[in-house]
């Protein structure tokens, strides 16, 4: 147990300076400082896909994640429910 609390923060904490870096590799100093509305991530989304790229990007991410959750979830609803008979 303690070894994946360590190992987790540190994949979290690894993840988020690389997210930190890529952000000031890619826009300027000025330009995280006024990215509109706070949004410095889409920022540096709009420079390395421009236009709707990103967001395309984005849905495709997050359909594929509901197919393999819904369908493990189904899965273990049959398994529950086949097991009380």
Not at 19 to 40: C, E, G
Not at 63 to 73: P, T
Request: with cysteine.
């Amino acid at each position: 147990m303690p070894l994946s609390l360590v190992l987790g923060t540190g994949i979290v904490i690894a993840l988020y300076l690389l997210a930190n870096l890529a952000y000031l590799v890619t826009l300027k100093f000025t330009q995280i400082q006024h990215a509109p509305a706070d949004r410095v991530t889409r920022a540096t989304l709009d420079v390395i896909f421009p236009g709707a790229v990103a967001i395309i990007i984005s849905t495709f991410g997050c359909n594929h994640g509901l197919i393999l959750a819904g369908a493990r979830a189904y899965c273990a609803m049959l398994i529950s429910a086949s097991t009380r008979s």
